[in-house]
């Protein structure tokens, strides 16, 4: 199929763009997933599928025109051009310009690992955390693989292939008193194969299976978290949950050309204390949301998108790229050959400061200390935010005191951002699943430690 596209590509682009327009694009991808979920100490689900399709799409007067099968022929492709472009001519197209290849090595291919193997990783797993105290009551584990071979060829005479390869690992753990539950959650995964699981420094299955419950049993003996206005140290254990949701999303250039970023119209302008860069970087290599193409083909970038508190720049895409004669970021992204590419993050990050993470503690005399993050919500047209606090603690006279429950962070994205006065020279990361428009993409966060001088902090007390 793969070669089959190649060789008849120029004939069905020349037939989108037979009636105008300013980009045609062929998307091939072939998905290969094995899906391991234990539940109630014994395997819940165990899927594994192929996924191959492919999409075509148009842009013209701005506008993009799509469709996509998986029904994978020349003539049904050549069918899916003249129906989109509605013409059966000739159109002036670019061809054979340049050829890239890509493809993430890994030592331990998933293909190659038998899912006994699998299966074993998520016992062993469920043993540890069951085992870690007898209030954990329930334990989900969630072992997930993906190699994913993608094909673009466009009308600028570009032809880009790319094969990625994930593993992710999410271990919930939820304890009880007998009144009352908490639930505790730790992942880890990105752009690498079950070598993941080999390493000698640490073991990530007992890692990633014993956090999950130690939050857990921490949460039934924490205190209710107090309300107020405080100093909010947030640990590089959390990742970089906030600079995503809270920032990030306002940095993509779609929601920028909308109004419905915080940050239209600001380049230039100074949008956050001068102790904080934020970058997205796909080229990091093992992160989550790392690749050698995006999904239009564009070669992946770091991009400096807050340098020193200054607004440098937005990610884009193709489309909202070409709508003001810019160059793509590398941020096209798409769920599947069934999607439009839009604008996503990939690996978004604080960059590391240089102060001392203990230190920002020590002088920090009553406040709050974020460890993990939980769930939240962001209005991207004014960056409010409001984002639950799964592990916490207070800080009195520079210590960490006692662990807190039912807190959640309640503040606006551009006034957190000026109000950093402490970024670490640590810097920790997370792996999550972003979602947007109804589509989903692996991405990694991150950050140093840093001090909120002031936040508002919703609590039960």
């Known amino acids: 199929m793969v070669n089959m596209i190649k060789e008849k590509a120029p004939y069905i682009l020349s037939v989108l763009l037979s009636n105008g327009g300013e980009f045609g694009e062929i998307f091939f991808e072939q998905t290969k997933s094995n899906n391991i979920n234990l539940e109630d100490n014994k395997i819940h689900k165990v899927n594994s599928g192929i996924d191959i399709g492919v999409g075509i799409r148009l842009i013209k007067n701005g506008k993009t025109l799509y469709g996509y099968t998986n029904n994978i022929t020349y003539e049904n492709l050549l069918q899916i051009a003249k129906i989109l472009s509605k013409s059966d001519g000739e159109g002036r197209i670019k061809v054979g310009q340049i050829y890239r290849k890509h493809s993430i ?18 016992f062993r797993a469920n043993d ?32 880009v292939e790319d094969s ?8 919930e753990s939820v304890a009880t008193d007998g009144k009352n539950l908490y639930r505790g959650y730790e992942s880890t995964g990105g752009t690498v194969g079950y070598e993941m699981f080999d390493r000698e420094l640490v073991d990530v299955i007992d890692y990633v299976a014993t956090k999950s419950a130690e939050r857990a049993v921490l949460g039934l003996k924490a205190k209710p ?52 860069s934020v ?5 990091i290599y093992g992160k989550n949301g790392s690749f050698g193409f995006d999904d239009e083909g564009v070669k992946a970038q770091r991009k400096v998108l807050i340098e020193k508190g200054y607004l440098k720049g937005y990610m884009y895409d193709r489309l909202r790229a070409m709508k003001e004669g810019k160059e793509s970021t590398g941020n096209g992204r798409r769920d599947s050959y069934k999607n439009v ?51 916490g603690y207070m800080i009195e006279n520079g210590q960490i005191t006692y662990p807190i429950k039912g807190a959640t962070l309640i503040g606006n994205g551009p006034k957190v951002l000026q109000d950093i006065d402490a970024v670490g020279y640590d810097l920790g990361w997370a792996i999550g699943t972003c979602g947007k428009s109804g589509q989903a993409a692996p991405v990694s966060d991150a950050q140093p430690t840093i001090r909120v001088k002031q936040l508002t902090v919703g609590g039960t007390q």
């Not at 990625?164 to 271990?171: A, C, I, M, W």
């Not at 970058?279 to 080229?283: E, G, Q, R, S």
């Not at 993470?357 to 406040?367: E, S, V």
């Open 128 to 159: 540890i955390a069951r085992s870690y105290d007898s209030q954990i009551k329930q334990v989900s584990i969630t072992l997930r693989d993906i190699k994913r071979n993608i094909l673009v060829v466009n009308s600028l005479g570009e032809t």
């Open 341 to 391: 590419p839009i604008v996503r993050m990939t690996n978004t990050y604080i960059d590391a400061g240089k102060d001392n993470p203990h230190d920002i503690l020590a002088d920090t005399k009553k406040g709050i200390y974020v460890v993990k993050m939980g769930g939240g919500q962001v209005n991207t047209v004014n960056g409010d935010f409001v984002f639950e606090v799964m592990e």
């Open 225 to 276: 978290a107090p309300a107020g206005v405080y100093p909010v140290v947030i640990s590089s254990e959390a990742g970089g949950t906030m600079v995503h949701e809270a920032v990030g999303h306002g940095l993509e250039a779609d929601l920028v050309q909308q109004g419905l970023s915080v940050y239209t119209g600001k380049l230039g302008e100074k949008v956050a204390s001068e102790l904080v």
């Open 279 to 283: 970058i997205d970087d796909a080229t």
């Open 164 to 171: 990625q390869v994930r593993v992710v690992f999410f271990v």
């Open 105 to 122: 090595d890994v030592e331990k291919d998933p293909e190659t690992v038998p899912v006994e193997i699998k299966k074993d990783i998520v």
